[in-house]
């Protein structure tokens, strides 16, 4: 089946500083990715959409210039949070659209803890 | 959006039948039925999806009802490996996203 690979699979970073996921589709294009974020028990939550070739389209409340989203092949996906700060301490997980019986595939997801 | 109900947590033994509840009495005639699950620390993965007749995989059944204002998820026989939080979905969001709700958080007992 269609597989999201995402990297790393955790990460420890100081407040101020940026940190890129990445997330790459292996055995098929992903013209759209979507990002998630998860809270300590809470359910997954659209941070945003990015489209290949194009500006990502963020959920209302997330802001576009600490969480750069860029897009610019049909296999890659990358979200770079910029001046990091404790409350974006969080599970990142992204997710592409496969069609077919299953539907849209997960990445293995990211913690983030700023420190 | 349509609205699922789902039950917060269920609690089974292991290598007994699990039926996992959804409430969804608002679907539209095209809304497919669609279950995730979430094991702990990892992103969700597909278990299974339906339109209206009951459907059947290597991972679960899926049962529908007649009026399609619910379904059940069922886990013939389940193992400590599927404990996870189970999400049922209708439809996507305004991006074409799967919107999640709460889930409910399956615990299983050896």
């Known amino acids: 089946g269609a597989v999201v690979s995402q990297h790393p699979s955790w990460v420890i970073c100081k407040s101020g500083t940026s940190v890129k996921i990445e997330c790459r589709s292996l055995?098929?294009?992903?013209?759209?990715m979507f990002w998630y974020r998860q809270f300590p028990k809470q359910s997954l939550m659209l941070m945003a959409t990015?489209?290949?070739?194009?500006?990502?389209?963020?959920e209302q409340g997330v802001e576009k210039d600490k969480f750069l989203i860029n897009h610019a092949s049909l296999t890659l996906s990358t979200l770079t949070v910029t001046s990091a700060h404790p409350e974006d301490s969080s599970f990142y997980i992204c997710?592409?659209?496969?069609?077919?019986?299953?539907?849209?595939?997960f990445g293995s997801g990211t913690r983030l803890t700023v420190v | 959006d349509a609205k699922t109900t789902q039950p917060n947590s269920m609690e089974s033994n292991e290598e007994e039948p699990v039926h996992l509840p959804c409430n969804h009495s608002?679907?539209?005639?095209?809304?497919?039925i669609h279950w995730y699950r979430q094991l702990p620390s990892q992103g969700p993965e597909y278990v299974i999806h339906?339109?209206?007749s009951n459907v059947n995989n290597r991972m679960a059944s899926l049962a529908i009802a007649e009026d399609r204002k619910s379904s059940t998820l069922i886990l013939h026989r389940a193992t400590l490996r599927d404990a996870a939080v189970y999400y049922c979905?209708?439809?996507?969001?305004?991006?074409?996203?799967?919107?999640f709700g709460k889930g409910t958080k399956l615990s299983v007992k050896p």
């Open positions: 997710s592409a659209r496969v069609g077919g019986a299953y539907g849209y595939t």
């Open positions: 055995d098929f294009q992903a013209t759209t």
């Open positions: 990015s489209n290949e070739g194009s500006k990502a389209t963020y």
């Open positions: 608002t679907i539209s005639g095209t809304d497919y």
């Open positions: 339906g339109l209206t």
């Open positions: 979905i209708l439809r996507g969001g305004s991006q074409g996203n799967l919107i």
